[in-house]
Each structure stands twice: as structure tokens, then as C-alpha cells.
């Protein structure tokens, strides 16, 4: 065991070290974006325009040599412009399946709250069950894929709020913020000449990938950690503040995000820290604030950060040795 869990944590290295080519003064994001990877999840990045949410999943994509697709949703666009269409073939005389954007690896669904929630919910099948279904007839979407959304938290104006069993569906909803000072002189002198993502070169083939993937479900989950896990999406249900809780789907995501943080760094046991990092990341955004908490500008984030002070940490043997 651990021979692979050095294997994995190459993989990540790797990968993080490639991505930080490109996106600079961001290793917590960029280790969250390689954890939701290695989860086979999905991921929302929430933040301002200019900040390099589009850069990192063509980096990304760059990285790991996948096909990459981009789907810029706007109000006009209808589901089969996601999905793909039938179209007759005269010749044939038969219907011809014409691929739509999403039969890519890595799908950047680009501002997908300005879609309609009609073509918002062409994802849902697809982010679920890997497949999409055209007139009756199930497509089945390569492997690794893996869709990563933006959307900008401050403009309302012309958008549709993602619904909650969308939201439900991606595993971590991560921000890249403002870099600091140091950061954005080094951001103007590293494009002086050109981009350098243009220089950025696959650095692990989809083989490598897809067995990392596995080799994360066999890290070693106490039972003291799996209840931890469990008790902590179990209080966002029962919590004054909050309209509605996360689902299983929160807690399952918990168990996996941690099982990756466990590999990416060098461990085959999961520890409350792992759960501790990745609370937020993978709750808040599966939780709705009620409206008078919202008043008092309590956010769900904060929500999650007071559970996890209450909460009992778990004690014991952890490691499984």
C-alpha cells in the first residue's frame, strides 16, 4: 500500500507542480481542483471575471492530455446544444447522432448560471450517470470526464440561480480570488511575451489517471472518521440557521475528497485534518441559509466552520495499523 500511495502522491505532485505553470500564488485551489480529479467529481468555481477560472480547466485539460471542450451557456442556448441532435441523413435514410460539446473529457461549462434551467439540467444526467441520453438513445461520455463550471457570484442580472439538485451534483465548489501583490507582478512578467499555458505540455497520460482513481478507494477510513463524517453533514440538517441540509451524496463526497487529501499527502489513513479542510469546500455550497440568518449576513461557509468548532474530534486508532 504504500508503494501506490507514493505513485498517487507523484501523480499529484506532477500535475500541481504543472498547473502552477500557469495559475500563480493559488496551491490550496489548485490542490482542491487535483483532489476533485481524483474523486472523478465535478467542481463549480464561484468568483469575480479576469481571476483565471477558464486557464485553469484549459491547464488542466493541458496537463492530463484530455480532450477538452468548452460550452460558453448563454440565455438562447437550448439543451441540444450541449447534448447533441439527431439529424436525418438523406442518404441513409436513417437519424445520424451529431456529438454535442460535452463528448470531451474536460468540459468547461462556462458562466452556466446565464443558461436557462431547461439546458442547466442537460448536465444533470451527464455530471450523474457519465452518459446522455439523445430521442430515446443513450450516449455514453468518455472516461476521465469531469465538468467544471463557473459562474460569477456578484452579477444576478440576466442569470438563473443553479437549482439545488445541480448544486448537489458537484463535488467541490472552490474560489480563486484576487492574487496578492507579489503574485500579480509575477502574473504581468510571466506573459510579457506570450501565455504560458501555450508552452504547457501533458505531464501524465489518461492510463495513469484513471489508476490513481482507483487506488484512492482502498485508503483506510476509520470507523471514529466515518461517523465523524457523517455526525457533520447530519448537524448542516439540524441547524437553526439552515433551510435545508446536505444530502448522503455531501457525506459520501467527504469520504472520498478525504480519501484523495490522504494520497496527496503521502498517507493510506484518513485524519480529522482531512475532513477539516475539505468541510467546507464540500458542503457550504450543498446548503440553503434561511432567509433570516441571510439577514444577518450569515453564510453557509460560516455555518460549517461553527459545526466544525463544536464538533468532538474522533480519537483512536485511525491508521488502521
Known amino acids: 500500500m504504500e508503494l501506490t500511495t507514493t505513485l498517487v502522491q507523484t501523480f499529484t505532485k506532477r500535475v500541481?507542480?504543472?498547473?502552477?505553470?500557469?495559475?500563480?500564488?493559488?496551491?490550496?485551489?489548485?490542490?482542491?481542483?487535483?483532489i476533485g480529479l481524483l474523486c472523478q467529481g465535478h467542481l463549480l468555481i464561484e468568483d469575480v471575471p479576469g481571476v483565471g477560472k477558464t486557464i485553469l480547466a484549459r491547464s488542466l485539460a493541458r496537463s492530463l492530455g484530455c480532450s477538452f471542450s468548452r460550452i460558453q451557456f448563454t440565455p438562447?442556448?437550448?439543451?441540444?446544444?450541449?447534448?447533441?441532435?439527431?439529424i436525418f441523413n438523406q442518404e441513409s435514410r436513417q437519424f445520424e447522432y451529431r456529438p454535442g460539446p460535452l463528448m470531451a473529457q474536460i468540459i468547461l461549462a462556462d458562466e452556466i448560471n446565464r443558461a436557462t434551467p431547461k439546458t442547466q439540467s442537460a448536465l444533470l444526467e451527464a455530471m450523474e450517470e457519465?452518459?446522455?441520453?439523445?430521442?430515446?438513445?443513450?450516449?455514453?461520455?468518455?472516461?476521465?470526464?469531469?465538468?467544471?463550471?463557473?459562474?460569477?457570484?456578484?452579477?444576478?442580472?440576466?442569470?438563473?440561480?443553479?437549482?439545488?439538485?445541480?448544486l448537489d451534483r458537484f463535488l467541490l465548489r472552490v474560489r480563486l480570488g484576487?492574487?496578492?501583490?507579489?503574485?500579480?507582478?509575477?502574473?504581468?512578467?510571466?506573459?510579457?511575451?506570450?501565455?504560458?499555458?501555450?508552452?504547457?505540455?501533458?505531464v501524465v497520460t489518461t492510463e495513469e489517471l484513471q489508476g490513481v482513481q482507483e487506488t484512492i478507494k482502498t485508503v483506510y477510513v476509520s470507523k471514529g472518521i466515518k461517523r465523524y463524517i457523517v455526525e457533520l453533514t447530519r448537524q448542516t440538517r439540524e441547524h437553526n440557521d439552515v433551510y435545508l441540509g446536505a444530502s448522503p451524496r455531501g457525506s459520501l463526497g467527504l469520504?472520498?475528497?478525504?480519501?484523495?487529501?490522504a494520497t496527496m499527502y503521502g498517507r493510506d489513513y484518513i485524519l480529522p485534518d482531512d475532513i477539516k479542510a475539505l468541510a467546507i469546500p464540500v458542503l457550504a455550497h450543498r446548503m440553503v441559509v434561511s432567509p433570516a440568518a441571510r439577514l444577518r449576513n450569515l453564510t453557509s461557509e460560516k455555518i460549517v466552520q461553527e459545526i466544525l468548532n463544536n464538533l468532538p474530534v474522533p480519537g483512536g486508532d485511525l491508521t488502521g495499523g
Open 16 to 34: 500541481i507542480e504543472n498547473l502552477e505553470k500557469v495559475i500563480v500564488g493559488k496551491h490550496q485551489t489548485v490542490e482542491m481542483v487535483v
Open 76 to 86: 438562447d442556448m437550448l439543451p441540444s446544444d450541449v447534448t447533441g441532435v439527431s
Open 130 to 166: 457519465r452518459q446522455t441520453t439523445v430521442d430515446g438513445i443513450t450516449h455514453t461520455l468518455p472516461r476521465p470526464f469531469m465538468v467544471m463550471a463557473t459562474q460569477n457570484p456578484i452579477e444576478y442580472e440576466g442569470t438563473f440561480p443553479l437549482p439545488e439538485a445541480q
Open 178 to 202: 484576487y492574487p496578492s501583490l507579489l503574485d500579480e507582478i509575477q502574473v504581468l512578467e510571466r506573459q510579457q511575451l506570450r501565455h504560458p499555458i501555450e508552452a504547457l505540455e501533458p
Open 255 to 261: 469520504f472520498r475528497a478525504g480519501q484523495a487529501r
